[in-house]
Protein backbone atom coordinates (compact mmCIF):
# COMPACT_ATOMS: atom_id res chain seq x y z
CA UNK A 1 0.00 0.00 0.00
CA UNK A 2 1.15 3.53 -0.62
CA UNK A 3 1.16 6.43 1.63
CA UNK A 4 0.06 9.66 0.13
CA UNK A 5 2.26 12.64 1.61
CA UNK A 6 -0.58 15.47 2.73
CA UNK A 7 1.86 17.52 2.86
CA UNK A 8 1.27 19.36 -0.81
CA UNK A 9 -2.33 20.03 0.09
CA UNK A 10 -2.61 21.03 3.71
CA UNK A 11 -1.61 24.00 5.70
CA UNK A 12 1.81 23.46 7.53
CA UNK A 13 0.49 23.16 10.71
CA UNK A 14 -2.42 20.25 9.74
CA UNK A 15 0.48 18.84 7.58
CA UNK A 16 2.58 18.46 10.55
CA UNK A 17 -0.53 17.47 12.06
CA UNK A 18 -0.47 14.11 9.88
CA UNK A 19 3.29 13.82 9.74
CA UNK A 20 2.74 10.59 11.04
CA UNK A 21 0.21 9.52 9.08
CA UNK A 22 -1.54 6.32 10.33
CA UNK A 23 0.03 6.83 13.85
CA UNK A 24 -2.22 6.88 16.74
CA UNK A 25 -1.38 10.36 18.56
CA UNK A 26 -1.78 11.56 22.01
CA UNK A 27 0.13 14.60 21.79
CA UNK A 28 -1.68 17.03 19.43
CA UNK A 29 -1.25 20.78 20.06
CA UNK A 30 -3.90 23.40 19.95
CA UNK A 31 -2.36 24.87 16.85
CA UNK A 32 -2.63 21.27 15.27
CA UNK A 33 -6.14 20.88 16.21
CA UNK A 34 -6.81 24.72 14.81
CA UNK A 35 -5.43 23.70 11.75
CA UNK A 36 -7.56 20.61 11.50
CA UNK A 37 -10.81 22.49 12.25
CA UNK A 38 -9.66 25.75 9.62
CA UNK A 39 -9.00 23.03 6.75
CA UNK A 40 -12.24 22.55 4.25
CA UNK A 41 -14.18 19.74 5.40
CA UNK A 42 -13.98 17.52 1.94
CA UNK A 43 -10.13 17.77 2.92
CA UNK A 44 -10.39 16.82 6.63
CA UNK A 45 -12.92 13.94 5.30
CA UNK A 46 -9.82 12.96 2.74
CA UNK A 47 -7.38 13.07 5.04
CA UNK A 48 -9.29 10.97 8.03
CA UNK A 49 -10.08 8.34 5.60
CA UNK A 50 -6.59 8.41 4.33
CA UNK A 51 -5.28 7.52 8.06
CA UNK A 52 -8.55 4.87 8.35
CA UNK A 53 -7.27 3.01 5.55
CA UNK A 54 -3.91 2.98 7.04
CA UNK A 55 -5.49 1.44 9.93
CA UNK A 56 -8.05 -0.71 8.50
CA UNK A 57 -9.41 -2.63 5.73
CA UNK A 58 -11.64 -0.29 3.73
CA UNK A 59 -13.97 -3.17 2.48
CA UNK A 60 -14.66 -4.64 6.00
CA UNK A 61 -17.56 -3.34 8.24
CA UNK A 62 -17.38 -4.17 11.71
CA UNK A 63 -20.61 -5.66 13.07
CA UNK A 64 -21.97 -4.98 16.52
CA UNK A 65 -25.33 -6.44 18.34
CA UNK A 66 -27.33 -3.95 20.45
CA UNK A 67 -29.63 -4.35 23.47
CA UNK A 68 -32.04 -2.68 24.91
CA UNK A 69 -32.55 -3.94 28.44
CA UNK A 70 -35.26 -1.20 28.97
CA UNK A 71 -37.27 0.11 26.29
CA UNK A 72 -39.55 3.57 26.72
CA UNK A 73 -41.17 5.09 29.66
CA UNK A 74 -37.46 6.22 30.98
CA UNK A 75 -37.12 8.89 33.87
CA UNK A 76 -34.45 10.46 32.48
CA UNK A 77 -35.43 13.73 30.11
CA UNK A 78 -32.78 13.98 27.76
CA UNK A 79 -33.80 15.94 24.43
CA UNK A 80 -32.28 13.94 21.99
CA UNK A 81 -33.61 10.61 22.80
CA UNK A 82 -37.51 9.40 21.73
CA UNK A 83 -36.94 6.87 25.22
CA UNK A 84 -37.68 9.18 27.47
CA UNK A 85 -41.23 9.47 29.49
CA UNK A 86 -40.98 13.35 28.66
CA UNK A 87 -42.12 12.77 25.10
CA UNK A 88 -44.86 11.04 23.48
CA UNK A 89 -44.12 8.55 20.97
CA UNK A 90 -45.12 5.53 19.62
CA UNK A 91 -42.63 3.13 21.59
CA UNK A 92 -43.80 0.74 23.26
CA UNK A 93 -42.62 0.78 26.41
CA UNK A 94 -41.01 -2.44 28.01
CA UNK A 95 -39.76 -3.14 31.57
CA UNK A 96 -36.17 -3.51 32.45
CA UNK A 97 -35.00 -6.69 31.57
CA UNK A 98 -34.00 -9.20 34.47
CA UNK A 99 -29.91 -10.62 34.49
CA UNK A 100 -30.52 -13.79 33.55
CA UNK A 101 -32.06 -12.57 30.35
CA UNK A 102 -29.65 -9.96 29.80
CA UNK A 103 -26.86 -12.76 29.83
CA UNK A 104 -28.55 -15.37 27.94
CA UNK A 105 -29.34 -12.27 24.85
CA UNK A 106 -25.27 -11.56 25.42
CA UNK A 107 -24.58 -15.66 25.32
CA UNK A 108 -26.69 -15.75 22.46
CA UNK A 109 -24.53 -12.38 20.58
CA UNK A 110 -21.35 -13.73 21.44
CA UNK A 111 -22.26 -16.88 19.13
CA UNK A 112 -22.76 -14.82 16.26
CA UNK A 113 -20.04 -15.24 14.27
CA UNK A 114 -20.82 -11.49 12.73
CA UNK A 115 -20.78 -9.65 15.67
CA UNK A 116 -17.32 -8.10 16.30
CA UNK A 117 -18.56 -5.75 19.37
CA UNK A 118 -22.01 -6.31 21.41
CA UNK A 119 -23.69 -3.61 23.45
CA UNK A 120 -26.52 -2.80 26.37
CA UNK A 121 -28.35 0.43 26.20
CA UNK A 122 -30.50 2.07 28.70
CA UNK A 123 -30.66 4.98 30.67
CA UNK A 124 -27.72 5.50 33.31
CA UNK A 125 -29.90 4.73 36.48
CA UNK A 126 -31.75 1.62 34.62
CA UNK A 127 -27.83 0.54 34.01
CA UNK A 128 -27.60 0.33 37.81
CA UNK A 129 -30.33 -1.23 38.88
CA UNK A 130 -29.21 -3.96 36.82
CA UNK A 131 -26.14 -3.94 38.26
CA UNK A 132 -27.44 -4.13 41.77
CA UNK A 133 -29.83 -7.07 41.26
CA UNK A 134 -26.63 -8.92 39.27
CA UNK A 135 -24.52 -7.88 42.43
CA UNK A 136 -27.67 -9.48 44.77
CA UNK A 137 -28.54 -12.57 42.98
CA UNK A 138 -24.69 -13.40 42.86
CA UNK A 139 -24.41 -13.07 46.67
CA UNK A 140 -27.38 -14.94 47.63
CA UNK A 141 -25.95 -17.62 45.28
CA UNK A 142 -22.32 -17.17 46.26
CA UNK A 143 -21.23 -16.42 42.92
CA UNK A 144 -19.00 -14.00 41.37
CA UNK A 145 -20.86 -10.87 39.59
Known sequence: MSVVSLDSFASPAASGAFQALG??????TREEIRALFALPFPELIFQAQTVHRINFDPTQVQISTLLSIKTGGCPEDCAYCPQSSAYETDLK???LMDVETVLAEAAAAKQDAEAKQGEVAAAKREMAKLS???RAEADAGGQES
Open 132 to 134: EQS
Open 23 to 28: SVRHDW
Open 93 to 95: ASK
